[in-house]
């Protein structure tokens, strides 16, 4: 079973950065389209980014050229990297994997809690 465990979530003031991180365990990480998800007090959750087994990625217009995912496929991890935060970036964050076929298995962590504030 895979399981996803986030951390990294913060208060953090605007203009600064943070780091996502996000650890799967229970299957073969490398062959899993991962991805970074939000969702604001009253808003419906929405992908922020994804990148696919092969390293392509895709992101929210609202987080373009400030916001970076990456993977580790030796450690098993998925990170994403914010800069320049917006009082608006204020979510729980969730990690997500999807096994990449036709009705495949979609997992998700916990989340953790991002606050731009200052």
């Known amino acids: 079973q895979v399981q996803l465990v986030e951390s990294g979530g913060n208060l953090v003031q605007p203009g600064g950065s943070l780091r996502l991180s996000c650890e799967f365990s229970?299957?073969?990480?490398?062959?899993?389209?991962m991805g970074w998800y939000r969702q604001a007090p009253g808003k419906q959750r929405e992908l922020v980014a994804g990148i696919t087994s092969r390293g392509r990625t895709n992101y929210a217009d609202s987080v373009k050229g400030r916001f970076t995912i990456s993977r580790d496929n030796a450690k098993k991890k998925v990170y994403l990297q914010m800069n320049s935060l917006k009082p608006e970036d204020t979510a729980v964050y969730y990690c997500?994997?999807?096994?990449?076929?036709?009705?495949?298995?979609?997992?998700w962590g916990q989340g953790t809690q991002v606050t731009v504030s200052s």
């Open positions: 229970g299957s073969i990480f490398s062959i899993y389209d």
């Open positions: 997500n994997a999807v096994y990449p076929v036709l009705n495949g298995n979609e997992y």
